[in-house]
T-cell receptor
Framework: DGGITQSPKYLFRKEGQNVTLSCEQN?????MYWYRQDPGQGLRLIYY???????QKGDIAEGYSVSREKKESFPLTVTSAQKNPTAFYLC????????????FGEGSRLTVL | AQTVTQSQPEMSVQEAETVTLSCTYD???????LFWYKQPPSRQMILVIR????KQQNATENRFSVNFQKAAKSFSLKISDSQLGDAAMYFC??????????????WGAGTKLIIKP
């Protein structure tokens, strides 16, 4: 079945450590996205990529980094520069850059100890 | 800048009844898309329904329908014959159609829907 796989589902990090969240899709979609979800807030866009080897900052990119070396993969690194990294992270993809529908992974819950 | 507002943080409905979730948005554009997404406790978000602003007819998908009032900038979701599986967070989202927007979605804060058996 086609879909988006995020891993790990739960991750604990000590302050000062970088962590990388994985996102893989087998839908052959061009565009991929990383969102952050906090209680009581809508989804906030961290980074997005509309084509391989290219990506753009979203609304809250500070303290995060991404790469898009392969169409299927869009990993997100939460760096030690991110002041409040504890959150739920959602990866999504769409067939093209003007999404009629986003397809989401199950999310990764990051907790900083 | 466009904004999306969901004024009901939480709603509850008796099983088999009908419930309406509210969404308002602010934009100066005439053409755009509106979406309702559902995020059940398993946390995988899925699209419920989509409306294109230039279409006058309200979108429907089985038990889900929208009341799209373009002049009032209102986009409510009606769920008929509510089922236990409808319990979830529901998010309203807006997407512009012009290229300078980068086609990114703008999200409301969500409404938690509770179904009472």
């Amino acid at each position: 079945d086609g879909g988006i796989t995020q891993s790990p589902k739960y991750l604990f990090r000590k302050e000062g450590q970088n962590v990388t969240l994985s996102c893989e899709q087998n839908l052959n979609h061009d565009a991929m996205y990383w969102y952050r979800q906090d209680p009581g807030q809508g989804l906030r866009l961290i980074y997005y990529s509309q084509i391989v080897n290219d990506f753009q900052k979203g609304d809250i990119a500070e303290g995060y980094s991404v790469s898009r070396e392969k169409k299927e993969s869009f990993p997100l690194t939460v760096t030690s520069a991110q002041k409040n990294p504890t959150a739920f992270y959602l990866c999504a993809s769409s067939r093209d850059r003007a999404p009629g529908e986003l397809f989401f992974g199950e999310g990764s819950r990051l907790t900083v100890l | 800048a466009q904004t999306v507002t969901q004024s009901q943080p939480e709603m509850s409905v008796q099983e088999a009844e009908t419930v309406t979730l509210s969404c308002t948005y602010d934009t100066s554009e005439s053409d755009y898309y509106l979406f309702w997404y559902k995020q059940p406790p398993s946390r995988q978000m899925i699209l419920v329904i989509r409306q294109e602003a230039y279409k006058q007819q309200n979108a429907t998908e089985n038990r889900f329908s929208v009341n799209f009032q373009k002049a009032a900038k209102s986009f409510s979701l009606k769920i008929s014959d509510s089922q236990l599986g409808d319990a979830a967070m529901y998010f309203c989202a807006y997407r512009a159609t012009y290229i300078l927007s980068n086609y990114q979605l703008i999200w409301g804060a969500g409404t938690k829907l509770i179904i009472k058996p």
